[in-house]
């Protein structure tokens, strides 16, 4: 079965930098969707970033553009989330995830998610 670990995640202060990685098994992703989503204490889960495995066409939240960058390696089956001037409001746990219906467009809800990693926790300090 679809497997996806992240790691990655840790204490950072603000302005600094986190990479996070998700690993991905079980399957051939290559006509998925993956994402990274995000959940702060007492918040629902936001979408942060996606990208669409075979093409590498990427969507991000619009907040977050230029901050953060998704990105694969189809070789390792991983996706990247490469965070960057990190904000204290950045605290959260994130979480990777797989759409399986390989739509011509990133979903941004999480019902679309067929798949979900355990998560990491990052924490920005200010």
């Known amino acids: 079965q679809v497997q996806l670990v992240e790691s990655g995640g840790g204490l950072v202060q603000a302005g600094g930098s986190l990479r996070l990685s998700c690993a991905a098994s079980?399957?051939?992703?290559?006509?998925?969707?993956m994402a990274w989503f995000r959940q702060a204490p007492g918040k629902e889960r936001e979408f942060v970033a996606g990208?669409?495995?075979?093409?590498?066409?990427?969507y991000y939240k619009a907040s977050l553009k230029g901050r953060f960058t998704i990105s694969r390696d189809s070789a390792k089956n991983t996706v990247y989330l490469q965070m960057n001037t990190l904000k204290p409001e950045d605290t959260a746990v994130y979480y990777c995830?797989?759409?399986?219906?390989?739509?011509?467009?990133?979903?941004?809800?999480?019902?679309?998610?067929?798949?979900w990693g355990q998560g990491t926790q990052v924490t920005v300090s200010s």
């Open positions: 079980g399957r051939t992703f290559s006509s998925y969707i």
């Open positions: 995830a797989a759409d399986r219906e390989g739509t011509a467009v990133v979903r941004t809800t999480t019902v679309h998610y067929d798949y």
């Open positions: 990208i669409m495995w075979g093409g590498g066409i990427t």
